[in-house]
């Protein structure tokens, strides 16, 4: 019997491993970081009772601030990378609780320098910024910082809660060991009575499989590993949104949910009209389980049974090389700049750490610091999948390459909500490419349905988690508390009325919540949805308009941080504070699984 175990870290080659020694060729320099980092926060402050005493005072606090910030985030992120490589190495989690433990002193230390800045009157501020040219480039920053008057505790309280910042922060991390290294899932059999392990990263494989049996196993086994911590699990989540609810109500927001939203400018109700808009197009959704339904020809369709290919690919394996020209096809409408960039950085600069190894996180990621590579972190298989998975973190990577050759370190990265605009804009562009360099009907219908696939998980999936994830808070708010009943029993409510009546029901379903580690981020995954509508507006801009639209989203790429997300895609003719964008996105899936029903009628196998 032939074997596929995991890797051990050591036996990956150092090509195909990302160039983490570019941050620091040894750990002397990380330990100097946190050093200087430190010592800034030291001088900052000896500087409280003192940053408005003149606008030179607040000038000097301010560059002191963006560079010893700087420093410790350069350490904190290469520290998160080392342990992300292989969760299992005792030294890089050492590494990283000190990092960590760094950046909870500085935040500390530098506790102060918010509620001192807004202890002031607004006038006040603006007038420094008048008197002192050098503050200008300040402007936006100390702007957004107003905006956060009336949520802001005093600098006793601020201190506080600072202090708490690696208690704040326990539940992700204990999920993220827990997930990555405590669990194990055993192993399966493939087709060919190959044994291969079951992981986090490996599970969507498996049930792409056209092997019923395989898929029912695979999700049998890795659920069944999810019941068994069940209600360990729960505590873990019911802490972080009790944490997220009791933060929101000492920073006088009403819900968890403005908290959240308030820091970007993001109105409460553009997340209400994507839960809005998406809810009006499920009836597209149901009918595209029962087309599945028929065309995987299955007297009953199971939730191991949503990632089965509708329709045959021809067995093609991409190589890691492969993937990259394949993108950079894609990316063409994008420009020589952008293209020659992208394949420079990750075949020659070695930003990707390209496969599984024992240990390594799951998923996917772009990553780095103002000064560093945009790093990638992935599991590349050689499926479609995974060359939309590279073009999708390369997207990412790429708007960091843009921003940081642009702006300054104190705009220099994204909110989510506009960073998840890149990553989607490269899928989409495959995605486009690719269906229109085919003449095979069977290709096109595997890529229509992959398509459907790309809004399903991503505009009603994260919907659907954005729903949980809102009920979930609003229950605490309420005076409830979550319990793994109440988390399963809410779960299983909203999976039951996104997929319909056509999919049978799944008891184990009920625990897939709690595999999610993006809910330790509060409200993050909505920005899913969105940033995928929004990139398939700009998208259809940049087909149609040409290399107008293109220069009018490459200036949004390089704009970082420097405005508001909302303000910042109306740079690349996009408003998010409408919905349009949304709905325009939900009737091209519409129109996807009319198409896809009209080429598989009759035919089970397309």
Known sequence: MNSDKQKLRSEIPSSDKWDIEAMYPDEKGFSEDIAAGIAGGEILASMKGHLMDSPSSLLKALLTYSDSMRKIERAYIYAHM??????????????????????????????????????????AVYEYMREEPALEMFRFMLTSLLRKRDHTLS??????????????????????????????????????????????????????????????????KLYEGYKAVNNTIASINSNNVRRDVVTAGLRRYSSSLEASLSPN????????????????????????VGIRKRVLGLEELHMYDVYAPLAEMKDIHYTFEEAVDLSCKALMPMGDEYISTFRHGILEERWVDRYENRGKTSGAYSFGSYDSYPYILMNFGGALRDVFTLIHEGGHSMHAWYTRNTQPYIYGDHSIFTAEVASTVNETLLINYLLENTDDPEMKAYLINFYIDEFKGTLFRQTMFAEFERSSHE???????????????????????????????????????????????PFYVYQYATGFSAANAIVRRILTEGDSARDEYIEFLRSGSLDTPIELLKIAGIDMSTPEPVDEALKVFDELVEELDQLSKGNRNV
């Not at 190495?89 to 590494?95: F, I, Q």
């Not at 500085?106 to 006038?123: G, H, K, T």
């Not at 326990?170 to 399966?188: H, K, P, Y």
């Open 265 to 288: 400018d993001i109105p409460v109700s553009v997340y209400d009209n994507l839960v809005s808009a998406v809810r009006a197009h499920m009836p597209s959704m149901h009918r595209y």
């Open 475 to 521: 229950y605490v708010e309420a005076g409830g508390s979550l319990t793994a009943e109440w988390l399963n029993s809410e779960y299983d409510r909203l999976n039951t009325e996104y997929f319909g009546p056509a999919m049978e029901h799944d008891d184990l379903i009920q625990y897939e919540w709690s595999r999610i580690p993006h809910f330790y981020n």
């Open 155 to 220: 600098a006793a309280e601020e201190n506080i809660i600072a202090s708490y910042g690696e208690v704040l922060r326990a539940s992700g991390n204990i999920f993220t060991v827990l997930n990555n290294v405590d669990m194990r899932f055993g192993t399966l059999q493939d087709r060919d009575g190959r044994e291969k392990d079951l992981t986090v990263a490996s599970y969507i494989r498996f049930l792409e499989s056209s092997d019923c049996c395989i898929r029912k196993q695979a999700f049998e």
């Open 82 to 123: 080392k342990r992300d490589e292989d969760n299992s190495d005792s030294k890089y989690s050492e590494l990283f609780g000190k990092a960590a433990g760094a950046l909870t002193a500085y935040s500390s230390l530098v506790s102060f320098f918010d509620p001192e800045i807004l202890a002031a009157e607004p006038s």
